[in-house]
């Protein structure tokens, strides 16, 4: 187990150095940012003033090095814009991010997981014909879309949620489910092909011809051997659901990371965006290593695996 963790440890370290030597890399390739950050007009002794209090006029390995040193200090620049650290812009945003992308897969999994188990029980029935339509509706459904509707119905017309902000504890209501719609749609789909790929092998025959219960082999056997693909999908998901922040955050006015993103790129606040794509990144990986670990508490063929390798 111990050489699982390191191996995999190591794995996460390596692909977050090369997040930020990408995330580097791009503002390079995206050209000259001197040249977006001054105003028309302005002379060539003016943008080498620019380019020389930004440090962009030094080598880029020397950049790349002070950056990366920057990056492990929590030092992540300073913005164009306020001039101020780039963390304490970003630092407020992170809580409303991390709030709207847990309640969206507190969404997603509590209704996406019973809805996928109960389709595969219910194969062929008139429940199972009634659940898929919704689990369609909300795979094909865009997130900007599935928000202005619900706010013109819960907002506009009915008036009983905030149409947008975070003042009160109602307003993440909209935005879950909006956010929530289309990974809800993912977990209902996997569940329900692994519940009935469990349900197809021999210990489950074995189990109803003793006479068990369909309801006890699915919650003690069933669920259990079918979570690994659903564990996958979890870590993704909420890693998608980071990334799909950035439109619903921008429909409701809510105060995260997404909306503060779509800000700074209109103010070309390149630091700030650049941090927040990092961030993104790293959460990304770290989400990936963390469903790798719980692989091996879930399934004990990986763990002895591991304690072997």
Known sequence: MRNFLIKRLLQGGFAIWGVITIVFGILFLAGDPTLLLVPEGATQEDIDLLRHQFGFDRPFIVQYWDYLLGVLRFDLGQSFVQNIPVVQIIGPRVPFTLYLAGA???????????????????????TERILMPIVLVGQSMPTFWSGILLILLFAVTLRILP????ESLSSIIMPAISLGALSM????????????????????????AKGIAVRAVILRHVLRNASLPVITVAALE????????????????????GLLAVQSIEARDFFVVQAIVLLGSIIYVVLN??????YSAVDPRIKLHAGTA
């Open 104 to 126: 969206s897969l507190l969404v997603a999994v509590g209704v996406g997981l019973p809805v996928g188990v109960i389709t595969a029980v219910a194969r062929d029935t008139v």
């Open 185 to 208: 749609a993912t977990f209902a789909r996997i569940t329900r092909t692994s519940v009935i790929d469990e349900m197809s092998k021999d210990y489950v025959r074995s189990a109803r």
């Open 289 to 294: 290593l963390a469903a790798d670990i719980l």
């Open 238 to 257: 909420l890693a998608n659901l980071l990334a799909g922040a950035v439109i619903v955050e921008t429909v409701f006015a809510w105060p995260g990371l």
């Open 163 to 166: 149409s947008s902000g975070a």
